[in-house]
């Protein structure tokens, strides 16, 4: 671990998509234990740059976890140091079926992690037969959240705006979750509704147009109507998506 | 009806050959996305490799058979290996590239072959009984298809085996669906890539083997040919899917057979072509196509 007490460093990501520049150089922390919000209007880079921490789009820059330096690992090798991901389209293997997509992520360590995933979501045991591409998409953004839980060696959960398109009693569900999985492992947030982020998250980052705008307390953006109609734009302040 | 039970055998073994290459190139497609024109090389260096394994040994003609066929299936899966991991790993996400280089390797090997052993066809020698043929149904089958069938049935059943209840299977499968998401959960799917490259590749190195089996014979040719009708089968049947290979094999096998006897030699194959452009206009996905089954 770092001096300051940070698990997750980025310093100075870039990442360039044929000619387009994403994010130019984008740098923040993710202190350890909790949930860390990662904000900003809609294209400004936020699924970027998880991307680019696992790896999974060519960047540039610096990613330390826990001091340990990753940028230059495959991205299986980053999420085997304990870089957990659950990505914004929920990316299920549909034609896998419930129990498969869980095995899949499943690790030596996994077997208590069962209790808890079947304990937030036991639609999960329920539908384990199902085919996963044939599950509402509530249920699907449970197996993707459970992926991440069962790997019990995952320090940080990267999770990529996990109530999108959810029903109001789905989303208390998600929020519940992430809780419950906030005692377990640091986790870096991306979402648009702001009454949840608001509620989970005590640290936030604001991108906008591919850069760190705004790493702070929590209440101190979103309570200060000026800073979050700036940062976030009209749409998002309010509880909306 | 003898001449019809004598077709359809004779198909399906065909068939059966056509799928035993094509189940290779599928899964490497699948889980890929490389287009491997190199796969007709694997089963014609098979062919030689268990040809030369069978003759240089002072055994029964049933061993010298089975060494033949062990040694084609080793030689395919060690060429297959090479190839991925010299040839095609280094240009991951070039994919004109890797067409480019699996074509030339298709090519020289074609050359080398012909330029060591000659273009003419070599008589191979087969244990008695699979010279000899059993009655069915009133016609007399070589005794070489049920061969043929019997390898390729344990072949799909052992493919099927291996997807739906190993986890590299499962992982194979998953990554035919989404290859970046199976590395965000922390596997290495490039493992996965090399293992489905020596399935493919013994897979087309049994079919070389059975090929000279079948047909008597071996030439530096006709894994080109296999190669054509067995992309024509993973496409017909689903690109990534095994069970659809071996259906479209099947019904490819077959719909040769038939046309090339009862209308004219030639027509059989034209109607296989008929039928690929009406499956990539009706349903382009393939008979079967979608995840890996
Ligand atoms: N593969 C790609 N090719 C080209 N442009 C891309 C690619 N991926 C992302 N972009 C662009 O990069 C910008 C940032 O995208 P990103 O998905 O990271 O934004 P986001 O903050 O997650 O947005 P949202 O809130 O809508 O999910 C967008 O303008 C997007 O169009
Ligand atoms: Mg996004």
Known sequence: MSANGALLHVHDLRVTIGESQILGGVSFQVREGGITGLLGRNGVGKTTTLRGILGLVPRTGKVTLAGEELTALPVHSIVQRGVGYVPEDRDVFGGLTVEENLRLAERADSEHRYALIYELFPELRERAAQRAGTLSGGQQQMVALARALLNASNRILLIDEPTKGLSPLMVKRVADALQRAAQIATILLVEQNLAVARHLASDVVVLDQGSVVFAGDVAALVDDPALARRYLGLSAAGSGH | ?293
């Open chain 2, 1 to 293: 009806m003898s001449t019809i039970v004598l077709l359809l055998v004779t198909g399906l073994g065909l068939g059966a050959l056509y799928f035993l290459v094509a189940a290779g190139l599928s899964l490497i497609w699948g889980l890929m996305r490389v287009l491997n024109f190199a796969h007709g090389a694997f089963f014609t260096v098979a062919a030689y490799a268990g040809f030369f394994a069978a003759t240089a040994l002072p055994a029964s003609p049933w061993l010298q058979w089975f060494v033949g066929l062990l040694a084609g299936i080793l030689a395919g899966g060690v060429f297959a290996v090479l190839t991925e991991i010299i040839l095609i790993r280094p240009l991951y996400r070039r994919p004109v590239g890797q067409v480019l280089v699996t074509v030339g390797l298709a090519l020289a090997t074609l050359a080398l072959v012909e330029g060591a052993f000659g273009s003419d066809p070599r008589q191979v020698t087969l244990p008695d009984w699979m010279n000899a043929t059993t009655t069915l149904l009133g016609a007399a089958i070589p005794n070489t298809r049920f061969v043929v069938l019997l390898l390729a049935g344990l072949v799909l059943a052992g493919l099927l085996f291996f997807l739906q209840r190993t986890r590299y299977g499962l992982i194979v499968r998953a990554g035919v669906e989404n290859r970046s998401m199976v590395s965000a959960l922390g596997i290495d799917v490039e493992r996965a890539f090399t293992l489905v490259f020596a399935i493919g590749g013994m897979a087309a190195g049994l079919a070389g083997v059975l090929g000279a089996t079948y047909y008597g014979t071996i030439d530096p040719s006709r894994g080109t040919t296999m190669l054509i009708s067995a992309f024509i089968v993973v496409v017909i049947g689903g690109l990534g899917s095994i069970t659809g290979s071996a259906l479209a094999a099947a019904i490819v096998g077959l719909l040769q057979q038939f046309l090339n006897f009862y209308a004219a030699a030639g027509v059989g194959d034209f109607a296989v072509v008929i039928l690929l452009a009406g499956v990539l206009l009706l349903r382009p996905g393939g008979l079967l196509g979608g995840p890996a089954t």
